[in-house]
């Protein structure tokens, strides 16, 4: 006698979830690429277009013209990387009117009195991101595909810039540390080994053996580090914070030789941030 047999039960959430993460992962890592993207077009366009117009001698802009020429300057930027990856032309529209979207919708109640200037350069900011998401969504498929293939570039400079964005990326955002100098305080050391612990966290790497042991050791390291700066005080603590920052560079370095717990990217980046810090920290307390 024929034995029947029922097929294996599945559910919606069960053919849902693997379809799911199919396409949110690349489409985490295309809204990561756009925004940083938008952060260096920012860093890049708006100190220019400032430089620019001090030399021309025009008046500052008000709040209002402001939020829009950053909106401009992150656009540009933005749809410069999008280019690059070889998104098609609508989709990059979208995007562009996504950073613009927010800003005109809060130029109505500052207009109105009911916003600062300061609420309103901060909410533009805020609702970018869920402006970018929905314009994301509507074309998901074409987000969930991995970028395209390009050749690699011929110019030297922009084979570079191609490969060692992270780095641009830090040096951009560290460009005014080197004009004003500033010693940090040794609170800013408990942020290195932070860092470590919610990525590795998010990317599951404790599974690694040592991984976790030896982020919970760097975490005891600078966390005793800033004490002692804490208890030293004056220069002597500062110099203790500057070694802290020079030293998690040192961290950064092996992690990106590594490639453990966190991206190489992730790596590259904050160890461009750590030691441009720990030298300015230390040509503050030289030459302050």
């Known amino acids: 006698m024929t034995e029947l047999t029922s097929p294996t039960p599945t559910t919606a959430g069960h053919r849902a979830g693997p379809a799911r993460r199919h396409w949110s992962r690349p489409l985490l890592r295309h809204?990561?690429?756009?925004?940083?993207?938008?952060?260096?077009?920012?860093?890049v366009l708006g100190p220019a277009r400032a430089a620019l117009g001090t030399a021309f001698g025009l008046a500052p802009a008000t709040p209002g013209i402001a939020a829009l020429l950053m909106a401009t300057d992150m656009s540009i930027g933005m749809a410069v990387w999008m280019g690059y990856r070889g998104h098609c032309a609508a989709a990059t529209v979208e995007m562009v009117l996504a950073m613009y979207v927010p800003a005109l919708l809060l130029l109505v109640p500052y207009r109105a009195g009911l916003l600062d200037a300061g609420a309103l350069l901060t909410g533009t900011h805020l609702l970018m991101v869920p402006a970018m998401v929905l314009a994301a969504l509507r074309r998901r498929t074409e987000y969930a595909r991995h970028p395209t293939a390009r050749p690699v570039p011929r110019h030297p400079l922009v084979r570079v810039l191609v490969h060692r964005w992270p780095t641009a990326l830090a040096l951009l955002m560290t460009a005014d540390n080197w004009s004003t100098p500033t010693a940090l305080g040794a609170y800013t050391l408990?942020?290195?080994?932070?860092?470590?612990?919610?990525?590795?966290?998010v990317r599951r790497q404790w599974g690694v053996p040592g991984?976790?042991?030896t982020q919970l050791g760097g975490l005891t390291a600078w966390s005793a580090l800033a004490?002692?700066?804490?208890?030293?005080?004056?220069?002597?603590?500062?110099?203790?914070?500057?070694?802290?920052?020079?030293?998690?560079?040192?961290?950064?370095l092996a992690h990106h030789r590594s490639r453990r717990v966190v991206p190489r990217g992730y790596a590259e980046w904050c160890a461009v941030i750590d030691a441009v810090l720990g030298v300015t920290i230390v040509l503050a307390l030289t030459t302050g």
């Open 31 to 43: 809204l990561l690429e756009m925004v940083l993207a938008m952060l260096a077009g920012m860093l």
């Open 190 to 201: 408990l942020v290195l080994p932070i860092g470590y612990l919610v990525i590795g966290t």
């Open 211 to 213: 991984n976790l042991r």
């Open 227 to 252: 004490l002692v700066a804490v208890v030293l005080g004056g220069t002597a603590g500062r110099w203790l914070v500057a070694a802290g920052w020079l030293a998690h560079a040192g961290w950064d």
